[in-house]
C-alpha cells in the first residue's frame, strides 16, 4: 500500500467513525412528549417555586395548578388548553405563605394546603429564632376559579412562644375512592424544633372545616436541621379499600407507614429502600433533594401495585430511581434506573415527581434532566413513561431549550398528575439573563426573585 493509500484509508477510517459517533448522538435524542405543549403560569418572573396540580376526578377538564411564594393557583377549565391565575388564594394572616400542594376531594372541591409564617428561623435551623407560624387549607368550589376568603387552620402557634415549633412542608392527600373512608382528607408535615425533627399527621372527616388533633407517625425522630438525617419528604396515597400509604425519608432509608382505619392509626414504620443521602449538591443550583413520592397503580395486581420514586447519587452523578411492591408494601422491587441515558455519564436528573394514572397503571415521572449539558450546568424537563409495571422507562423530551439556574432557589419538588392518558407537570424555570454587558449579564443571573412557573401538558392517547 503506497503511502497515499494508507492516508486515503485512515481518512476514510476517519470519517466513518465521525459518522458513527453523530449518528449515535442522534439516535441518543429524547423523542417530544406526545401532544406535548408548555405554557407558563407566571409571565413575569418573581420568586415562584415548588409547584403542585391535581386533577379533577369528576370533571377531568378541571385541572389546578399551585405554587409559591406566596401561596398562588391557576386553573383551567378546558384540559390545560388556556390557564388563568386565581386571586384571593395567598394566606392574609401572615407575611410569608408557600409550600404549597393542592388535590381534589370526592365532591370535586379543590383544597390547598400551605405553611405560612412572618419570618424565618436561623438558615435550616428552622426551629431556632422561629416565628410564628401556622399549617393551613382553603378550598374551591368551582375547579380553582374562586378561593373561599377564609382559611381554615391545621395548625398554628402565635408570638407569645419562644422558638415556636416550625411546621414545615405540609402534603395534603385526598380519599377519592368508594371505600368507607371516602372523602376523607389527610396532611402529613415536618415539625422542627430545637432539639429534633418529627413527622406529624392529621385528618378531616368533614371536607376540611376541621381537623384532627396532629399525632406523630414515627416515635424515632430524626436531627434538627434541614439536611441529610432529618424526617422530611412525607407524601401519601389511598389504595381502593382506603387503605393510607405514606412514605418519607430517615438518613439514608425511606420509610413506609400504614394506616388502616382512615388515618387514626399507623402500623409501626419500616424501612423499605435504601438511598444515598437525600440532600446533596447539584451544581448551579442553591438547593437540592430527592425526597420520595408514592402512587398506586389500582388495577395491577390482586392489591393494586405501589410505586415508590426518589433521587440520589449512588452512581456518582445523581439519578431519579424507581421500586415497585405487589404486595401492600410487605416487599420491593429493586430499584430501576428511571433516565435513560448513559449510567456514569455525569449528568445529574433531580427533582422528580411522580404520578401513576389510575385508569390505565401507566407511570410517570417528571424531573430536571442534565443529560445535553457538556459541564452539566444547564437542564430541560423530562417525562418518563413505565407502561410495564415500573419494570423499564422511556424518556420523552418536554422542553428542549435549557436553561442555567445561576444559583438560584429553584425550590424543593416539581409535580405532576395524570388521568386518563392525558399528563400534567409543573415545574420552575430560570429565564436566560437579557442584558448584553457580560458583567450586567452576570449580576442579573445571580438575582434570587427571577424565576418563572411553566405547566406542560401531554397526551399519550394514541401511544402504546
Same mark, same amino acid.
Given at each position: 500500500m503506497t503511502a497515499f493509500e494508507r492516508v486515503l484509508s485512515k481518512l476514510l477510517v476517519f470519517s466513518l467513525f465521525t459518522c458513527l459517533q453523530l449518528a449515535l448522538s442522534y439516535a441518543q435524542e429524547l423523542p417530544t412528549a406526545p401532544g406535548s405543549s408548555v405554557s407558563a403560569l407566571t409571565p413575569e418572573p418573581g420568586y415562584f417555586t415548588e409547584?403542585?396540580?391535581?386533577?379533577?376526578? +369528576?370533571?377531568?377538564e378541571q385541572v389546578v395548578a399551585v405554587f409559591q411564594d406566596n401561596a398562588h393557583a391557576a386553573y383551567s377549565s378546558d384540559s390545560g388548553n388556556h390557564w388563568q391565575v386565581a386571586n384571593?388564594? &395567598?394566606?392574609?394572616?401572615?407575611?410569608?405563605?408557600?409550600?404549597?400542594?393542592?388535590?381534589?376531594?370526592?365532591?370535586?372541591?379543590?383544597?390547598?394546603?400551605?405553611?405560612?409564617?412572618? +419570618?424565618?428561623?436561623?438558615?435550616?435551623? !428552622?426551629?431556632? %429564632?422561629?416565628s410564628r407560624n401556622g399549617l393551613y387549607v382553603r378550598r374551591s368550589l368551582d375547579g380553582g376559579k374562586t378561593w373561599e376568603a377564609n382559611d381554615v387552620p391545621i395548625i398554628a402557634h402565635d408570638s407569645s412562644e419562644e422558638n415556636p415549633p416550625w411546621e414545615d412542608k405540609p402534603y395534603i392527600v385526598s380519599d377519592t375512592t368508594q371505600s368507607k373512608y371516602a372523602g376523607n382528607l389527610y396532611v402529613g408535615w415536618t415539625r422542627w424544633t430545637l432539639q429534633d425533627s418529627e413527622i406529624l399527621f392529621t385528618r378531616s372527616i368533614d371536607g376540611g372545616d376541621t381537623w384532627s388533633k396532629p399525632i406523630e407517625i414515627d416515635k424515632h425522630r430524626g436531627l434538627p436541621r434541614d439536611d441529610n438525617g432529618a424526617l422530611e419528604g412525607f407524601d401519601g396515597v389511598v389504595a381502593p379499600d382506603g387503605t393510607l400509604y405514606v412514605v418519607w %425519608?430517615?438518613?439514608?432509608? @425511606?420509610?413506609?407507614?400504614?394506616?388502616?382505619?382512615?388515618?387514626?392509626?399507623?402500623?409501626?414504620?419500616? +424501612?423499605?429502600?435504601q438511598t444515598a443521602p437525600i440532600m446533596f449538591k447539584v451544581q448551579d443550583v442553591a438547593r437540592a433533594n430527592g425526597f420520595p413520592q408514592?402512587?398506586?397503580? /389500582?388495577?395491577?395486581? +390482586?392489591?393494586?401495585?405501589?410505586?415508590?420514586?426518589? *433521587?440520589?447519587?449512588?452512581? #456518582?452523578?445523581?439519578?431519579?430511581?424507581?421500586?415497585?411492591s405487589d404486595d401492600e408494601g410487605r416487599s420491593w422491587s429493586a430499584p430501576v434506573r428511571v433516565n435513560d441515558d448513559a449510567q456514569h455519564d455525569g449528568a445529574d436528573q433531580y427533582f422528580q415527581w411522580l404520578a401513576v394514572d389510575p385508569a390505565t397503571s401507566d407511570a410517570y415521572v417528571i424531573f430536571y434532566d442534565r443529560r445535553d449539558s457538556?459541564? %452539566?450546568? =444547564? =437542564?430541560?424537563?423530562?417525562?418518563?413513561?413505565?407502561?410495564?409495571?415500573?419494570?423499564?422507562?422511556?424518556?420523552? $423530551?418536554?422542553?428542549?431549550? /435549557?436553561?442555567? $439556574?445561576? &444559583?438560584?432557589? @429553584?425550590?424543593?419538588?416539581? #409535580?405532576? $398528575?395524570?388521568?386518563? %392518558?392525558?399528563?400534567?407537570?409543573? !415545574?420552575? &424555570?430560570?429565564?436566560?439573563?437579557? $442584558?448584553?454587558?457580560?458583567?450586567?449579564?452576570?449580576? &442579573? #443571573?445571580?438575582?434570587?426573585?427571577?424565576?418563572?412557573?411553566?405547566?406542560?401538558?401531554?397526551?399519550? *392517547?394514541?401511544?402504546?
Open positions: 409547584p403542585g396540580v391535581a386533577i379533577n376526578p +369528576k370533571n377531568p384571593g388564594v &395567598e394566606s392574609t394572616r401572615y407575611r410569608v405563605s408557600g409550600d404549597v400542594s393542592v388535590v381534589f376531594d370526592t365532591r370535586g372541591h379543590a383544597i390547598i394546603s400551605y405553611m405560612a409564617f412572618d +419570618k424565618l428561623g436561623t438558615y435550616n435551623y !428552622w426551629g431556632h %429564632n422561629s %425519608n430517615d438518613g439514608n432509608d @425511606m420509610m413506609l407507614a400504614i394506616s388502616h382505619d382512615g388515618g387514626q392509626s399507623f402500623d409501626k414504620p419500616r +424501612k423499605i429502600v408514592i402512587a398506586l397503580a /389500582p388495577k395491577a395486581g +390482586k392489591h393494586g401495585r405501589l410505586y415508590v420514586t426518589w *433521587s440520589d447519587y449512588r452512581n #456518582g452523578d445523581v439519578d431519579v430511581f424507581c421500586a415497585t457538556k459541564n %452539566n450546568e =444547564q =437542564q430541560t424537563v423530562t417525562l418518563a413513561r413505565s407502561s410495564d409495571g415500573g419494570r423499564s422507562f422511556k424518556n420523552y $423530551a418536554w422542553t428542549t431549550e /435549557p436553561f442555567r $439556574a445561576y &444559583e438560584a432557589f @429553584m425550590g424543593d419538588y416539581t #409535580g405532576i $398528575a395524570a388521568l386518563n %392518558n392525558r399528563v400534567y407537570g409543573v !415545574w420552575t &424555570e430560570k429565564p436566560a439573563p437579557t $442584558a448584553t454587558d457580560p458583567a450586567a449579564r452576570a449580576a &442579573e #443571573g445571580r438575582r434570587p426573585r427571577n424565576t418563572l412557573v411553566k405547566v406542560g401538558v401531554a397526551d399519550f *392517547s394514541n401511544v402504546h
